[in-house]
């Protein structure tokens, strides 16, 4: 890849500078970030965001999802939005690049277009959307589902650990969770979405190689179960006559965990990452337990599989144990598909580029997943070391960020030229 002997159009050093100075809101540690939806560090850095998007000359707003957007006009105000975005909420032990490189590499991309004095052809907007990741309220894709009219009407009031709902804290990020209906976007106002973002994964870093193009997002299934049991004192009630949630659910976190293993050829994951115990008592035999599963394949019919497994493994689970339990879907989506001739202009520009670049498909689900359903989709991969995401170990090297920035700057030229 003879990248570095070509001269960038973007400004490696405006972006590096960005990611850094964001860095510092939610700061845990000495590279880790913990900027949790809707929270004051949240609504501190959408801020510091904002104030960049106004400095780049684009008009600026934050809907009552939480969104901040960002407006650069076109020759054609009417046409339907070329649309980039990702997010900058974290995980509560997260890293300084997942979600924020796509929202100031979109900028970065913008504010360039602006100083070389181009026009698009349509209007373009970049878009810090709210609560991707979805571990605040156990729900991710908020913002992104919230513009297209994609919500489930219980969403507002989902809790997080401390009782807040998502209504109340829309309220106190200043938003009007009663007004959501006029920050949906019309059906066909977006002719397309672009999204920057860390691999999240080690392929890349594997085959030393610095960006990639995105073929497809995988489907995730999220679900919330609860099983529900019968407290009892921990040193008196005999073994047999136990009816112990905790038990069924050690036995269901095993059963996502052999049956995503199954194939071991196949990209299936299963995961179990968040547990409440009641009574949460060391003497006290467990009452009812609420865990999450996440459970993602790109094949659906697999997928759909490893699924009516699971819901035997839990009927068997609570039948062994005298429970009751419940089952909420909290994330359903088929997996996605990126847009022929997207990924055809991303492979000849980082041709031209000096950079040969594969494709691969993401595990993870990105906003451009719920973008995926009302318009074409793109996505560009940067190479992270050994794959670590979720994690202050995330690592990107900025060379790498800017050199997928670049790509992402001359496909939205591209997209936003008349022909």
Known sequence: MNVKARKLTINEERLQKRIEQLAQIGKIGETGVCRLALSAEDRAGVELVRSWMEEAGLQTRVDDFGNLIGRMAGKDEQAPILMIGSHIDSQPYGGQYDGVIGVLGGLEVVQTLKEQGFMPAQPIEVVAFCDEEGCRFQKGLFGSKGILGMLDPTDLERTDKNGVTRRQALIDFGC?????????????SICAYLELHI??????????EAIGIVSAISGPLWWTVELTGFAGHAGSVPMPMRKDALVGAAKVILAVNELAKLDPQAPTVGT???????????????ERVRFSIDLRDIDLKRRDEREQALREAIELAAVEGGLYYTITEDTN???RYCADWIKAIMHEESSKLGASVRELMSGPFHDALALSYVCDYGMIFVRCKDGISHNPQEYAAYEDIALGTELLYKTVLRMSTNQ
């Not at 009007?176 to 019309?186: T, V």
């Not at 968040?274 to 467990?286: A, G, K, M, Q």
């Open 176 to 188: 009007d969770p009663d007004r959501l209906e006029a920050s949906i976007y019309p059906k066909g």
């Open 199 to 208: 691999e999240q994964g080690p392929i890349l870093d594997a085959a030393k």
């Open 272 to 286: 179990v990452g968040h547990l409440e115990v009641f009574p949460d008592s060391r003497n006290i035999i467990p």
């Open 333 to 335: 989506s088929d997996p």
